[in-house]
């Protein structure tokens, strides 16, 4: 994701790489989909669910950070 929380050229492709295979399925169209059985939103595409999942994520790490930095806590440093 961008720093703005968009998705960028790399990212797309890596979705586009790791999606269900169902996701070039059609409407209609007889194959295996896609089925998350804990998604809480309704979604027909794979892709469409790790975009939000990862959405979500991106947008809970930077209200804690913002949270964080109004409570005086010092930054959490990310190591690998």
């Known amino acids: 994701m961008t720093?703005?929380?968009?998705?960028?050229?790399e990212a797309r492709a890596a979705i586009r790489a790791i999606a269900h295979p169902g996701d070039g399925l059609?409407?209609?169209?007889?194959?295996a989909r896609f089925q998350a059985a804990d998604a809480v939103y309704?979604?027909?595409r794979h892709s469409q669910?790790?975009?939000?999942?990862?959405?979500?994520?991106?947008w809970n790490a930077?209200?804690?950070?913002?949270a964080d930095k109004a409570g005086g806590v010092p930054p959490r440093q990310w190591s690998p």
């Open 49 to 58: 669910y790790l975009i939000s999942t990862v959405a979500v994520a991106f």
């Open 26 to 31: 059609g409407l209609g169209e007889p194959g």
């Open 3 to 9: 720093a703005a929380g968009g998705l960028g050229k």
């Open 62 to 66: 930077s209200h804690r950070a913002a």
């Open 42 to 44: 309704n979604t027909r």
